[in-house]
C-alpha cells in the first residue's frame, strides 16, 4: 500500500496485468487497484521521475532513472493516456535531465565565467518528444570585450556543452545526426 504509483504501473505493465492487489504492512489484502485507476495519475509517476533526477548525485543514477520511462509511457499508452500528455511528459523528464546535467557539469568545471543560457529546441522545445527524440539544444553566453578572457569564456562553454550533450546521450536522449547541439561550435555563441 506504500508502493510509488509509478511503481506499480511499471510492475503491471512488466507481467501484464491489469490488477493489482494491494497488501498492508501484515501482509493482509486491503484492496485491489486497476490500471484504468492508475491513468489518472500519470502526471504523478512525472513528478516522481522529476523529483528524484533532481536528487541524483551521478550520471549513473540520472541514467537508471530515466530508463524508467519507457515502461512508464507503455503503461500509460496502453491504458489510455493521450499522447499529447504522454508526450509533454517525456519532454518534462528530458527538461528536468538537461537541468540537472548542467548543474552537475557546473559543479565539476566551476562557475560559469558569464552569464549564459542552455536552450531546448524542436520537439523538446514544443514538449512533444517521443522515446525516439533525439537532442536539439544551444548556449547562448555573454561575450567580453577583452579575447583573452573571452576565449577562456569560450572554452568552459565549449567543455560544458560537450559534458551535458554527452551525458543527455548517456540517459537515453540521443545525439543529433544533423549535430543541432551545444557540443557543436555553431550552436554556442
Given at each position: 500500500e506504500n508502493t510509488p504509483i509509478y511503481q506499480a504501473?511499471?510492475?503491471?505493465?512488466?507481467?501484464?496485468?491489469?490488477?493489482l492487489a494491494i497488501e498492508d504492512e501484515r501482509g493482509e489484502i486491503t484492496g485491489v487497484i486497476r490500471i484504468k485507476e492508475l491513468v489518472q495519475f500519470h502526471r504523478y509517476g512525472s513528478i516522481v521521475l522529476t523529483r528524484e533526477i533532481n536528487r541524483a548525485n551521478s550520471i549513473v543514477e540520472i541514467t537508471n532513472l530515466t530508463e524508467r520511462s519507457p515502461a512508464l509511457t507503455r503503461a500509460l499508452l496502453e491504458s489510455g493516456g493521450k499522447p499529447n500528455n504522454i508526450?509533454?511528459?517525456?519532454?518534462t523528464l528530458c527538461d528536468s535531465t538537461?537541468?540537472?546535467l548542467l548543474e552537475l557539469a557546473i559543479a565539476e568545471?566551476?562557475?560559469p565565467p558569464a552569464k549564459f543560457v542552455f536552450i531546448a529546441m524542436g520537439s523538446q522545445a514544443r514538449h512533444?518528444?517521443?522515446?525516439?527524440?533525439?537532442q536539439d539544444n544551444a548556449i547562448i553566453y555573454a561575450q567580453l570585450d577583452d579575447i583573452y578572457q573571452q576565449e577562456q569564456v569560450d572554452r568552459y562553454f565549449a567543455?560544458?556543452?560537450?559534458s551535458v550533450c554527452n551525458n543527455l546521450n548517456r540517459a537515453g536522449y540521443a545525439l543529433c545526426k544533423g549535430q543541432i547541439m551545444a557540443s557543436n561550435p555553431h550552436w554556442r555563441c
Open positions: 504501473l511499471m510492475y503491471m505493465e512488466e507481467k501484464g496485468v491489469q490488477h508526450t509533454s511528459m517525456i519532454s538537461t537541468i540537472r568545471l566551476g562557475p512533444e518528444q517521443t522515446l525516439l527524440t533525439d567543455r560544458l556543452g560537450d
